[in-house]
């Protein structure tokens, strides 16, 4: 069956540095792909898409490439902010629409 | 616009009672609703998938009696616990996928705590 493999958290970071969050996946076919982020006692906001291979999805300052090579779609921002603190969920859809979550990655950034 | 909303957005009940939960697509139409489950620190449960008319399909190990869905219109879907007990406990996230075809991505509504005493 899909399934995620996400970077292990917790991510502690201090405000304007570079964010990495790594993310692989096995699927069937070729799925879209999409990082979610999730705010403390909040549900799930998308924060952004890839639907076919080499797409770039952006948003916020977050970017994510659809790897097809590599099953990849890593998560990167240039710098980071205090209000980026979040869970960021890496998912792949399937045909169904039905979407796989990785384990989530926490990130937190001090000032 | 994509916004789902959700109610309650926490209830407390005892045990043995029955608690239902609404999901609404506020500003487009959902064929296809989403019901997942989330433990504290881990990620998302995807619970059953339900289609607007049509009974829900449940993912394995979840029990269709105890967690009912119903989708009785293309911007409504609920899910009812059944005879709640304090393993129930827990935050439940509906998701919403748009009527088009073309668009695979599902809108997240802010979640229901659920705590059954």
């Known amino acids: 069956g899909d399934s995620v493999t996400q970077m292990e958290g917790p991510v502690t970071l201090s405000e304007e540095a570079f964010l990495t969050i790594n993310c692989t996946y096995t699927?069937?076919?070729?799925?879209?792909l999409f990082w979610y982020v999730q705010y403390p006692g909040e549900g799930l906001q998308l924060l952004l898409k890839a639907t076919k291979a080499d797409d770039k999805g952006s948003n916020k300052g977050f970017e994510a490439t659809y790897r097809k090579e590599t099953t990849s779609f890593h998560l990167e921002k240039g710098s980071v902010q205090v209000s980026d603190s979040a869970v960021y969920f890496c998912a792949p859809s399937t045909s169904y629409g039905k979407l796989t979550f990785g384990q989530g990655t926490i990130l937190t950034v001090h000032p | 616009g994509a916004v789902v909303s959700q109610h309650p957005s926490w209830v407390i009940c005892k045990s043995g009672t029955s608690v239902k939960i609404e999901c609404r697509s506020l500003d487009f139409q959902a064929t296809t609703m989403f019901w997942y489950r989330q433990f504290p620190k881990q990620s998302l449960m995807l619970m059953a998938t339900s289609n607007e008319g049509s009974k829900a399909t449940y993912e394995q190990g979840v029990e269709k009696d105890k967690f009912l869905i119903n989708h009785a219109s293309l911007t409504l879907s609920t899910l009812t616990v059944t005879s709640a007990h304090p393993e129930d406990s827990s935050f439940y996230i509906c998701?919403?996928?748009?009527?088009?075809?073309?668009?695979?991505?599902?809108?997240f509504g802010p979640g229901t705590r659920l705590l059954v005493l």
């Open positions: 699927a069937t076919g070729y799925p879209s």
């Open positions: 998701s919403a996928r748009a009527l088009s075809q073309a668009e695979e991505t599902q809108y």
